[in-house]
């Protein structure tokens, strides 16, 4: 299972672009990087998905290089609402295959 | 309409009592699960049901026994409480099992062992 890294905390204000980048050196090719937010008291969220290039949904964007080696995920314009921890995820498809949280990183939007 | 229920919420025992977390899923997924949030905020997962059949289950105490009655239920019983259960668990479920299937969580039950 590839190991993942990610900053502990970012700071933003309201309106500007956030991106959170995750390390996954040891990815192999198989791997899928996904995206999870957790808000307070809740139990984590699905974000988005990717395995290589840039996926967009309605809510993000997530960009992975050529290498998949690491991987950005980009919030447009956030809000207030947006302050969470997000957990960047890897690992196959596979049946077997365990979602491996990490730390995650606490996002904090500022007014 | 809530997609993956739990309860209790809130769950608050002493050292040594016996208890269960219910949690049921309404989405038609083949595939549930059982995640334990420390207070370090880690979430680990604990056990993996596809179908009805244990198809993941980490390093937990013997004392954390997983059932799965039908497709849209996964109870968690533990037995013999001790303080280091004290967490919050989350159930999730995901169409079939494998990270390239959303997960949709619960909303997690916050147990208290005192």
């Known amino acids: 299972l590839a190991k993942t890294t990610q900053p502990i905390s970012m700071d933003s204000y309201e309106g500007q672009e956030v991106n959170i980048t995750c390390s996954h050196n040891n990815i192999a090719t198989n791997d899928y990087i996904t995206w999870y937010q957790q808000f307070p008291s809740q139990g984590p969220r699905f974000i988005i998905q990717?395995?290589?290039t840039k996926v967009t949904n309605e809510v993000a964007s997530l960009f992975i290089p050529a290498d998949r080696k690491s991987s950005t995920l980009s919030l447009p314009r956030v809000s207030l609402s947006d302050t969470a921890v997000y957990y960047c995820l890897v690992g196959e498809g596979g049946a077997t295959n365990k979602l491996i949280f990490g730390t995650g990183t606490l996002l904090a939007v500022q007014p | 309409d809530t997609a993956v229920s739990q309860t209790p919420k809130y769950l608050v025992t002493q050292m040594g009592n016996d208890k269960s977390i219910k949690c049921e899923q309404n989405l038609g997924h083949d595939t549930m699960y059982w995640y334990k949030q420390d207070s370090k905020k880690f979430l680990k997962i604990m056990f993996s049901?596809?179908?009805?059949?244990?198809?993941i289950n980490e390093t937990v105490p013997n004392r954390f026994s997983p059932k799965s009655p039908d497709k849209a239920h996964l109870n968690l019983h533990i037995n013999s409480l001790e303080l280091g259960d004290s967490a919050v668990y989350f159930c999730?479920?995901?169409?079939?099992?494998?990270?390239?299937?959303?997960?949709?969580f619960g909303p997690g039950t916050r147990l208290t062992v005192t």
């Open positions: 049901y596809n179908n009805k059949e244990l198809i």
């Open positions: 999730a479920s995901s169409q079939a099992a494998g990270q390239i299937y959303e997960q949709y």
């Open positions: 990717g395995y290589k």
